[in-house]
Nanobody
Framework: QVQLVESGGGLVQAGGSLRLSCEAS??????MGWFRQAPGKEREFLAR????????YYADSVKGRFTISRDNAKNTVYLQMNSLKPEDTAVYYC?????????????WGQGTQVTVSS
């Protein structure tokens, strides 16, 4: 079992920055990811990072603006979000992929609301 707790969401003005955190506990995971979902829309993949090595991968929609990172000692993954736009408004979720062989994101946090005002 993997438990995930997101934090750092809130209100921010367009053009501003916000840093989300996700603390993981329980069983070790192969990789961690960030997703978001706006009301009435499908969940969208944003970024992922491997615990070992720290290799990253980004969706085109956030490449150049968002940065995923991790602190292995703290079991925490971060999402630094810069140049925020109103269309970034959504609930942001942290997810864990427990196994290297399938890389499925099977565990999810409770989500944290990010609202970007015009």
């Amino acid at each position: 079992q993997v438990q995930l707790v997101e934090s750092g969401g809130g209100l921010v003005q367009a053009g501003g920055s916000l840093r989300l955190s996700c603390e993981a506990s329980g069983r070790s995971a192969y990789a961690m990811g960030w997703f978001r979902q706006a009301p009435g829309k499908e969940r969208e993949f944003l970024a992922r990072i491997r615990w070992s090595g720290g290799s990253t991968y980004y969706a085109d929609s956030v490449k150049g603006r968002f940065t995923i990172s991790r602190d292995n000692a703290k079991n925490t993954v971060y999402l630094q979000m810069n140049s925020l736009k109103p269309e970034d408004t959504a609930v942001y979720y942290c997810a864990a992929a427990p196994n290297a062989w399938d890389a499925k994101f099977a565990y999810w946090g409770q989500g944290t609301q990010v609202t970007v005002s015009s």
